[in-house]
T-cell receptor
């Protein structure tokens, strides 16, 4: 079964600083996908970034990048130049092929990020 | 270009009543997923459906919960005889056909339905 671990329940960061949100995963699959979602206080789930297990380069999307270390089974999200609007819950997720359905995602418990002015 | 639509956004039920949650996927998407988010938790996969078929329901509670995705109309998640522990946010996501995806598990999430059981 897949498992996602996010060890930071909450983080406070000064505006304009870079932020790293930790995510480790466990899977026996050779092929898998890793995702990060943002959930603001309004509740919707906003897709941020995706990394395939066979992608050779770390994924980047604007201010978001994914620090993928396959041997360590980690997929940390890096937000550069944080903004007040980045305050939200952040969830790491992966594609499950067992215990989560062939296409269902397995989510971590999330990190509550608060950006301070 | 409408995204995934869910209604109602908020639903209040008394214990023992039925809850019906609706999900209209993005136009052209034939794959639908339902997830449940308990307070202070991440989302948990419940069921994966394609038109008229349940593909994987490994995350569905064995009793009182059912889901369908008919040929016409929205996908429905039905909870019979609700209990307080069913209070949660229920999210629907949809995916385009495989050939149209940017990556294998691309899913578009709806805004969720917040169910409160009194």
């Amino acid at each position: 079964a897949q498992k996602i671990t996010q060890t930071q329940p909450g983080m406070f960061v000064q505006e304009k600083e870079a932020v790293t949100l930790d995510c480790t995963y466990d899977t026996s699959d050779q092929s898998y996908g890793l995702f990060w979602y943002k959930q603001p206080s309004s509740g919707e789930m906003i897709f941020l970034i995706y990394q395939g297990s066979y992608d050779e380069q770390n994924a980047t999307e604007g201010r978001y990048s994914l620090n993928f270390q396959k041997a360590r089974k980690s997929a940390n999200l890096v937000i550069s130049a944080s903004q007040l609007g980045d305050s939200a819950m952040y969830f790491c997720a992966m594609r499950g092929t067992s215990g989560g359905g062939a296409d269902g995602l397995t989510f971590g418990k999330g990190t509550h990020l608060i950006i301070q002015p | 270009n409408a995204g995934v639509m869910q209604n109602p956004r908020h639903l209040v039920r008394r214990r023992g009543q039925e809850a019906r949650l609706r999900c209209s996927p993005v136009k052209g998407h034939s794959h639908v997923y339902w997830y449940r988010q308990l307070p202070e938790e991440g989302l948990k996969f419940m069921v994966y459906l394609q038109k008229e078929n349940i593909i994987d329901e490994s995350g569905m509670p064995k009793e009182r919960f059912s889901a369908e995705f008919p040929k016409e109309g929205p996908s429905i998640l039905r909870i019979q005889q609700v209990v307080r522990g069913d209070s949660a946010a229920y999210f629907c996501a949809s995916s385009p056909p495989l050939a149209d995806r940017r990556f294998y598990n691309e899913q578009f999430f709806g805004p969720g339905t917040r169910l409160t059981v009194l």
